[in-house]
């Protein structure tokens, strides 16, 4: 799995074939998305015009919230697969426990059969807290490959990814770029990119390689999906480590939902 991908949430189906290819064109090897993001088919689209071999890249989609039970999964996979136009991901997700709906274990033994008949060559989960993590590991004794999570600076998730190191699971950050607000304005990610000569979206990405962290940051702008790829020139410093490390600010750092109080 490359430790950067490109994201693609809110970029428009009718944009995603070509953006697609320009981020495969300028190096990118993974692309993440989701049946709730309405763009399988422009992903798809760009993957099968970009010129690169299906088997270099790596496809990542995800089960939305109101398909986690019965034989749904599995219907759900195969409609993702038709519109993506492939006959494997490389990677799918639950894309929420989503605790109001009940049903992410069977989410769960669903992914886990999907793995086995060939349709998802690693199988993971989204947003999932330890206790979720835990009750589809117990249930299942299959434990995910990933859990795609909230992580930036200010939200830097210490005890999950603890959790995760101990298990060997992949710790996946989605919004890495704090979704381009405030965090790129933080004058100790400023002082750092001043030095290194770089953006501050380039040092955010580079302390998630230097983490150990897959990132998969989004833009629907041609040179700034350009400039995401090249923090992997970025080498931080052992101070620039714990300058951002200093950044951490708990829960209250979190933009999006909490998935275990999350009412979808
Ligand atoms: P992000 O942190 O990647 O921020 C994206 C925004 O940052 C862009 O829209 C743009 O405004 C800005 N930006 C991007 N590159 C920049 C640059 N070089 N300089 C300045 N500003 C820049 O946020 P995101 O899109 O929320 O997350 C990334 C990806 O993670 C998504 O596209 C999606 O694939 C995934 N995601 C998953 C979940 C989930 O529940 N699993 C939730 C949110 C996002």
Known sequence: MPMLGYGVWQVADAEAETLVAHAIHSGYRSIDTASIYDNERGVGAGVASCGVDRGELFIATKLWNDRHRGDEPSRALDESL??????????????????????????????????????????????????????????????????????????????????????????????????????????????????????????????????????????????RIVENLASVDVQLTAADVAAIEALDRGAAGRIGPDPSTAQF
């Open 82 to 223: 038709e519109r993506l136009g492939m006959d494997r991901v490389d990677l799918y997700l639950v894309h929420w426990p989503s605790p109001v709906v009940g049903a992410y274990e069977a989410a769960w033994r669903s992914l886990v059969a999907a793995q086995a008949d060939g349709r998802a060559t690693s199988i993971g989960v989204s947003n999932h807290a330890i206790e979720h993590l835990d009750r589809i590991t117990t249930a299942t004794g299959v434990a995910p490959a990933v859990n795609q999570v909230e992580l930036h600076p200010y939200f830097q998730q210490q005890e999950l990814r603890a959790w995760h190191a101990e298990r060997g699971i992949v710790t996946e950050a989605w919004s890495p770029l704090g979704q381009g607000g405030e965090l790129l304005q933080d004058p100790v990610l400023v002082g750092i990119a001043r030095e290194h000569g770089c953006t501050p979206a380039q040092v955010v990405l580079a302390w998630h390689r230097a983490m150990g962290i897959v990132a998969i940051p989004k833009s629907a702008t041609p040179a």
